[in-house]
């Protein structure tokens, strides 16, 4: 259960370090729904930035997005290598996807490539 926490110290929170990953990305997925930056970083486990933009409408489907993409990265950490940190941005799209959906799109991003 310890597991499925998502402690501060595993969140990008500050514009430099967007910008740091954003610059040294290793890898760039384009999904239906995402654009996922990968990017290393010095820490022993994985980062996550997620990134919903004004464009993608409302602010209840703005957090509705955020909060799928915060909770697949929770409850699927072996999705997520460690020692990389990795943005999600959200593309506008016409409907809110749903869990199983972004599920989907992730894992088939960063399961099918090796960087």
Excluded at 34 to 49: F, T
Excluded at 58 to 66: D, H, L, S
Excluded at 78 to 96: A, E, Q, V, W
């Amino acid at each position: 259960m310890s597991n499925e926490l998502l402690p501060k110290c595993e969140r990008l929170k500050k514009k430099g370090e967007y910008r740091r990953a954003d610059t040294y990305k290793k890898a760039r997925f384009i999904t239906r729904h995402l654009i996922i930056l990968v990017a290393e970083n010095s820490y022993p486990h994985a980062r996550i930035g997620i990134t919903v933009s004004k464009k993608t409408g409302i602010a209840v489907r703005r957090n509705r997005i955020k909060r799928l993409l915060r909770e697949i990265y929770r409850r699927n950490k072996d999705l997520f290598k460690d020692g990389y940190d990795y943005i999600l941005i959200s593309r506008p799209r016409g409907r809110t996807p749903e869990y199983g959906e972004l599920y989907r799109e992730i894992s088939k991003a960063l399961g099918s490539h090796t960087w």
